[in-house]
């Protein structure tokens, strides 16, 4: 199956008050890149969540943001955090001491001050928060494979129009290739008949001349390498697994094809064809960039 690299997937859950949203997004990259943002309660899970997107998806930078809510209606025990309060309390003495300011510190002083409390089960139930985040993860991975399958199809409904149209290209080369050759054989034979004696019989040098030509200008090879390339890129769109590096490896290849036959024409018709199997390459080719 051939999967595009770029899609988006969501997925929310929620379990025992606690509601965790995932949204995946992921764009074209030559290798594997996650950017994982998790809220701090769930910090420590980065790891975890990176090795399943790792798993599951092969190429492309995918971008996972999440959001973790407890229902407020929940009674969630919480916890006094000591060395938090001694270090306020700390400070605002000093700075007491430093301005000569009036006053002790109290309660009301510091009870609004960020990560006095919090919430005592954060490190009470590990493996509730790793199922939580794994099964939402695994969901959004399953829409996020879905939008990526279904841009996929249809690229591959784009390209291979497009190699039907490189192959036609390649039987109608085949015989401008020869028809190229004559037309050289009788221009040499008119003019090397305008450069000699009359009673001189030149044909054995024009020939000569012609095989030479001819074998220089020979693209039955070129054209055949490209058939079996055409074969090969249709082949791969109908195998499993990452295939963006082969299609991409298949087309280097069949750029070669066209460029030599390109400096081998005598031709300007074939001068034409290539340039129209050239143009058919870099349009699947812009399309094989994206494809995982």
Known sequence: MTNSMTGFGQAELSRNGTTVTIELSSVNYRYFDA??????RISHLEAIAKEILRREISRGKIICSLTWNVDESVALPVRFVEPVADMYVKVLRDIKKKYDLAGEVSISDIAGMEGLFEPADDIGDP???KSLLEEALMAAITRLKEMRANEGAKMVHDMLPRIDTILKTVEEIKPLSQESVDAYREKLETRIRDLIAE??????????????????????????????????????????????KRLNFILQELNREANTIGSKSMSSNISRAVINLKEEIEKIREQVQNIE
């Open 199 to 244: 009673e001189t019989d030149p044909a054995d040098r024009i020939v000569t001349e012609a095989a030479v030509v001819a074998e220089r200008s020979d693209i039955t090879e070129e054209c055949v390498r490209l058939e079996s390339h055409c074969e090969q890129f249709r082949e791969a769109l109908n195998s499993d697994g990452p295939i963006g």
């Open 127 to 129: 493996e509730f928060e």
């Open 35 to 40: 950017i994982v943002r998790l809220p701090r």
